[in-house]
């Protein structure tokens, strides 16, 4: 059964450009959050989508959106890459609503580093 | 911003030796959880105990909740080389539906 997967695993990029960030959840997983977590500290929420609508979102400018796909996958995009936006962005799924879905599953991630 | 507060912020013990991890949170919660992170990778989930639980064990991890304190602990015991790695608390908010909130995190390095 495989988990969380991610890609790609390393990304670079310069300053005003665009980029995609992929994510497949675990098997029988629906729903899929987004964190940022930055160099030496925790991660930070972004957003999440359950049934191809983005159900939360953390305190994240809109430069930052996503979307789900009908096989759960999801894709983070970011525009206008600053400096700051250089982390690891994590993807994490879990069961469906209501049927005990607390427990989060995390991808290895993908390290977005901004030149 | 950051619900929890992990305490120490740097651990180093022996191996064979117990560590302790502590975590503070200032809201209400569903659950909190305990994740692991080798070499800034994936976060691996450890553990979860819910509000209405006070003590929940796996394995060689044993962890804590007083809701009255809004604080948790966990316990590695007989902890290994294999144990370092970056430790974090993080919470799930009343009414956040599987959105968390995590600390800083705590490093933990065992030594041969």
Known sequence: DAGVTQSPTHLIKTRGQQ?????SPKSGHDTV???QQALGQGPQFIFQYYEEEERQRGNFPDRFSGHQFPNYSSE????????????LYLCASSLPL???ADTQYFGPGTRLTVL | SQQG??????LSIQEGENATMNCSYKT??????????NSGRGLVH???IRSNEREKHSGRLRVTLDTSKKSSSLLITASRAADTASYFCATERTGANSKLTFGKGITLSVRP
């Open chain 1, 33 to 35: 959050s987004w964190y």
């Open chain 1, 76 to 87: 983070l995009n970011v525009n206008a890459l600053l400096l700051g936006d250089s982390a």
């Open chain 2, 46 to 48: 450890l553990i979860l």
């Open chain 2, 28 to 37: 209400s919660i569903n659950n909190l959880q305990w994740y692991r992170q």
């Open chain 1, 98 to 100: 209501g049927m005990k």
């Open chain 1, 19 to 23: 980029v995609t960030l992929r994510c």
């Open chain 2, 5 to 10: 507060e992990e305490d120490p912020q740097a």
